[in-house]
Every structure is written in structure tokens, then in C-alpha cells.
């Protein structure tokens, strides 16, 4: 006999939740350069937000909304962070190393571009697909 749940409270509220957390994963994301932040923990939040969407609508559901292969995002993830460190040597200086610039956005003004932000970038796809690659593996495995 199958027993079909009432998780109404669940699901709206998880609208709600998930939102507030990708807002605050892209805060931490941006903050990361200047402040506590940065790829690594703004991944961390980005994956709780995706893993509460996956337990209160299900995997086929978040599949149908979130087409991603994380086993990808991985990769994608450490080519832009490997690129971003060999990207020095062009520049003749060394493995990592770090620099920014100034450019004039036209609602933003003017902000800070820099070399770090890619960094995190790589990072954070990294994290986001290790860390969901992982909770789902778990997730399906039955024995």
C-alpha cells in the first residue's frame, strides 16, 4: 500500500528557503575576494540549496528543473581553476599569482575585476559538483 504524504509545508517553504540561500551563496561568492566568502563556501551553500529542493520535490522533479551532470561541473569547475592559475605564466610571473583591474560597468560604476574572482569560480563549480555528485551517490545506493 502506498501512502501519498502531505508535504505541502515542505515544498512551499522550501521555494522560499532555497532562494534566500542561492542569494546568499552569490553574496558569499562576491564577498569572498575582500571578506569571509568565496568559491569554496559559497559552493557549500549553493549545494544545501539544491539537496533541500532534492528532498522536498524528489530527484525526478529537480532533474526535469536542474538538467545539470555534476560529475561535469566538476570538471569545468577545476579547468577554470587550473587556467586561471597557468594564466600567470603568460604574464611571466608565478603559478597563482594575483591582480585585478578597474572597469566601469554602466549601473554599477566602477568595480573591481579580478583574477581571483575566476579563481573562485572554479572553486566553486568544483565544490557544487563534488559535493552533489557525492550526496547523490549516497542517495541511490539501496544496499
Same mark, same amino acid.
Given at each position: 500500500?502506498?501512502? %501519498? *504524504?502531505?508535504?505541502?509545508? /515542505?515544498?512551499?517553504?522550501?521555494? $522560499?528557503?532555497?532562494? +534566500?540561500?542561492?542569494?546568499? @551563496? !552569490?553574496?558569499?561568492?562576491?564577498?569572498?575576494?575582500?571578506?569571509?566568502?568565496?568559491?569554496?563556501?559559497?559552493?557549500?551553500?549553493?549545494?544545501?540549496?539544491?539537496?533541500?529542493?532534492?528532498?522536498?520535490?524528489?530527484? %525526478? *522533479?529537480?532533474?526535469?528543473? /536542474?538538467?545539470?551532470?555534476?560529475? $561535469?561541473?566538476?570538471? +569545468?569547475?577545476?579547468?577554470? @581553476? !587550473?587556467?586561471?592559475?597557468?594564466?600567470?605564466?603568460?604574464?611571466?610571473?608565478?603559478?597563482?599569482?594575483?591582480?585585478f583591474t578597474y572597469v566601469n560597468?554602466?549601473?554599477?560604476?566602477?568595480?573591481?575585476?579580478?583574477?581571483?574572482?575566476?579563481?573562485?569560480?572554479?572553486?566553486?563549480?568544483?565544490?557544487?559538483?563534488?559535493?552533489?555528485?557525492?550526496?547523490?551517490?549516497?542517495?541511490?545506493?539501496?544496499?
Amino acid at each position: 500500500m502506498h501512502v %501519498k *504524504t502531505n508535504d505541502l509545508i /515542505l515544498k512551499t517553504f522550501t521555494v $522560499l528557503i532555497s532562494f +534566500i540561500l542561492f542569494g546568499f @551563496a !552569490v553574496h558569499l561568492f562576491f564577498a569572498g575576494h575582500n571578506e569571509p566568502g568565496g568559491g569554496f563556501v559559497g559552493g557549500l551553500m549553493t549545494s544545501a540549496a539544491i539537496l533541500l529542493m532534492y528532498m522536498a520535490y524528489g530527484e %525526478k *522533479t529537480v532533474n526535469k528543473v /536542474l538538467p545539470i551532470d555534476f560529475k $561535469l561541473l566538476i570538471i +569545468i569547475g577545476l579547468a577554470i @581553476a !587550473v587556467l586561471t592559475g597557468i594564466g600567470s605564466f603568460v604574464f611571466n610571473q608565478p603559478f597563482l599569482s594575483h591582480t585585478f583591474t578597474y572597469v566601469n560597468l554602466p549601473i554599477f560604476g566602477e568595480v573591481e575585476l579580478a583574477t581571483a574572482l575566476f579563481f573562485d569560480l572554479g572553486v566553486y563549480l568544483t565544490v557544487i559538483g563534488v559535493t552533489m555528485t557525492i550526496i547523490l551517490t549516497i542517495s541511490r545506493d539501496r544496499n
